[in-house]
T-cell receptor, first 113, second 112 residues
Framework: AQSVTQLDSQVPVFEEAPVELRCNYSSSVSVYLFWYVQYPNQGLQLLLKYLSGSTLVKGINGFEAEFNKSQTSFHLRKPSVHISDTAEYFCAVSGGNDYKLSFGAGTTVTVRA | NAGVTQTPKFQVLKTGQSMTLQCAQDMNHNSMYWYRQDPGMGLRLIYYSASEGTTDKGEVPNGYNVSRLNKREFSLRLESAAPSQTSVYFC???????????FGAGSRLTVL
């Protein structure tokens, strides 16, 4: 079975500053990794995904993530955040023939002016 | 272009009451899922349906039942609600064997 640990539950950040959200996974098989975003009172929407190929993945809204197999990590970054990036972010993993997603506990990002 | 539609959006129940959460998708997806979201615990899978006619337990199935009514619809039933089932419930769908999910807007359930 796969599992995900998000290392930060809350990340406060000032507008136009960079942000990094940390995600580590565990799996005995090859993995597929995802970041989802949940804006207040909404459902989850896909930010980006790693299925195979290049380890640097670019997503929507200027976010990117890097898959690091040796460190079993998939950290999410944005070089300059906006107030509108205030949301909860979830890292998720699936692996092998098991296509079901396992989610981390989430990281709440609060962007302040 | 509705995607995944859940009803109701909000519900308050008393302990022991029953209710059904409805979910429908219009993307011709084969697989559907029910998750619950609780603070600090992320999303946990309750039940899923890989394809029409099949359902399987997820991580936290106790106290719930599901029905895959047809390819479009997947309902979640609480037969005797308990305060521990107070949560936000999300339905999601995906193409067969794919792991990119499309989520509904959620249903907030409070059990008193």
């Amino acid at each position: 079975a796969q599992s995900v640990t998000q290392l930060d539950s809350q990340v406060p950040v000032f507008e136009e500053a960079p942000v990094e959200l940390r995600c580590n996974y565990s799996s005995s098989v090859s993995v597929y990794l995802f970041w989802y975003v949940q804006y207040p009172n909404q459902g989850l929407q896909l930010l980006l995904k790693y299925l195979s190929g290049s380890t640097l993945v670019k997503g929507i809204n200027g976010f990117e993530a890097e898959f690091n197999k040796s460190q079993t990590s998939f950290h999410l970054r944005k070089p300059s955040v906006h107030i509108s990036d205030t949301a909860e972010y979830f890292c998720a993993v699936s692996g092998g023939n098991d296509y079901k997603l396992s989610f981390g506990a989430g990281t709440t990002v609060t962007v302040r002016a | 272009n509705a995607g995944v539609t859940q009803t109701p959006k909000f519900q308050v129940l008393k302990t022991g009451q029953s209710m059904t959460l409805q979910c429908a998708q219009d993307m011709n997806h084969n697989s559907m899922y029910w998750y619950r979201q609780d603070p600090g615990m992320g999303l946990r899978l309750i039940y899923y349906s890989a394809s029409e006619g099949t359902t399987d337990k997820g991580e936290v199935p106790n106290g719930y039942n599901v029905s895959r009514l047809n390819k479009r619809e997947f309902s979640l039933r609480l037969e005797s609600a308990a305060p521990s089932q107070t949560s936000v419930y999300f339905c999601a769908s995906s193409p067969r064997g794919a792991n990119v999910l499309t989520f509904g807007a959620g249903s907030r359930l409070t059990v008193l």
